[in-house]
């Protein structure tokens, strides 16, 4: 799977306890239109498996029925994995992008 910063950043949302569409984006700030393909590729591939809700729990709340997701084993492993990769990066970026100083 080609792991891509937002890609990252849903994983951390999954691991952080987020379970549906409109959690992720607000905990990412993604916009729906690369959430959802994500959770379609980690559906697919195995790493998270989702389910609707039950019809009568969002008509009693009066809103469409959620799609609830959830990291399989393998894919909070990887999750994991990826995210700290990812923070790697982030890191290895940030001293990248400090001054240089100068020696006197």
Known sequence: MRLT?????????LLDGRHHGFDIMDATGL??????????RL?????VRSRW???????????PARRYY??????ATMAREAVARARGLAAAG???LR???REG
């Open 94 to 96: 940030t001293r990248l």
């Open 5 to 13: 910063y937002p890609t990252a950043l849903v994983l951390q949302a």
């Open 31 to 40: 916009p729906s239109g690369t959430v959802y393909p994500i959770l379609r």
């Open 43 to 47: 559906d697919a591939e195995g790493y």
């Open 99 to 101: 001054p240089v100083e």
């Open 70 to 75: 959830e990291l399989t084993a393998g894919g």
């Open 53 to 63: 809700e039950k019809e009568g729990v969002a008509r009693k709340q009066q809103r």
